[in-house]
């Protein structure tokens, strides 16, 4: 009987080793609805079983693996040296979007985000340079690759609480995380966009939000 049925309202996509995958042809079930028949002791099929992300369900993409070089020896000792200051670069990346001048009129109180504080994590100017190898990429002039406490809290406001908001924590995938940080970082000095391209970029902020509205 379950086979009359199989055969009547859906048809064969392929064959695992746990079962047979059938997609649905039933015009009251669901589009994309796949069931495995799967095999019993008795000779007679299992009740179906729902699973879209699958063998060959329709419509399912694999997502592509994402490769992005880890951390040296040495920087994965500096990064435990430097625990501190990991915690507070991590601050900016998570939150300093909350402390962002978004407001051209400057008609808007700045928030004030305590999580960005250097002092919260033990971080005082001393006049000690502390090595950001591992820890924050930026352009520095030497290969020592020091800052001091003052210098690394300047760049990471410029960066993260200017005039762009960046919010990138939420992203799943790790390595799509740090390669997005160490790009933001690595080349927000070098953006320098002329009159022209500032006026492309409003004009398609623009036409986004009126149909953003209008949708």
Same mark, same amino acid.
């Given at each position: 009987?379950?086979k009359?049925?199989?055969?009547?309202?859906?048809?064969?996509?392929?064959?695992?080793?746990?079962?047979?995958?059938?997609?649905?042809?039933?015009?009251?079930?669901a589009?994309?609805?796949?069931?495995?028949?799967?095999?019993?002791?008795s000779?007679?099929?299992?009740?179906?079983?729902?699973?879209?992300h699958e063998?060959?369900?329709?419509?399912?993409?694999v997502?592509?693996?994402? @490769?992005?070089?880890?951390?040296?020896p040495?920087?994965?000792?500096?990064?435990?040296?430097?625990?501190?200051?990991?915690?507070?670069?991590?601050?900016?990346?998570?939150?300093?979007?909350?402390?962002?001048?978004?407001?051209?009129?400057?008609l808007q109180?700045?928030?004030?985000?305590? @999580?960005?504080?250097p002092?919260?994590?033990?971080?005082? @100017?001393?006049?000690?340079?502390?090595s950001?190898?591992g820890?924050?990429?930026?352009?520095?002039s030497?290969?020592?690759?020091?800052?001091?406490?003052?210098?690394?809290?300047?760049?990471?406001?410029?960066?993260?609480?200017?005039?762009?908001?960046?919010?990138?924590?939420?992203?799943?995938?790790?390595?799509?995380r740090r390669?997005?940080?160490?790009?933001?970082?690595?080349?927000?000095?070098?953006?320098n966009?002329g009159?022209?391209?500032k006026?492309?970029f409003?004009e398609?902020?623009?036409?986004?939000?009126?149909?953003r509205?209008?949708?």
């Amino acid at each position: 009987m379950w086979k009359s049925f199989v055969n009547k309202h859906s048809y064969k996509l392929g064959s695992s080793a746990t079962g047979n995958v059938w997609r649905h042809k039933h015009p009251t079930l669901a589009p994309g609805y796949t069931s495995r028949i799967l095999p019993c002791a008795s000779g007679s099929a299992a009740l179906f079983k729902r699973c879209y992300h699958e063998d060959v369900v329709y419509g399912y993409r694999v997502p592509k693996e994402v @490769e992005y070089s880890d951390y040296s020896p040495e920087q994965l000792a500096n990064r435990q040296k430097q625990a501190a200051l990991v915690c507070l670069v991590n601050a900016y990346r998570s939150s300093g979007h909350r402390a962002t001048d978004l407001d051209p009129l400057g008609l808007q109180k700045r928030e004030h985000v305590p @999580e960005l504080d250097p002092a919260r994590y033990g971080l005082e @100017e001393t006049g000690e340079k502390l090595s950001i190898d591992g820890i924050l990429e930026v352009p520095v002039s030497g290969s020592a690759k020091e800052l001091s406490i003052t210098e690394i809290n300047k760049i990471l406001e410029e960066i993260y609480c200017g005039r762009v908001a960046f919010e990138f924590e939420h992203i799943p995938e790790i390595a799509e995380r740090r390669w997005f940080a160490d790009y933001v970082e690595a080349t927000s000095k070098d953006i320098n966009h002329g009159k022209a391209k500032k006026r492309r970029f409003y004009e398609l902020l623009a036409r986004s939000e009126a149909s953003r509205l209008c949708i």
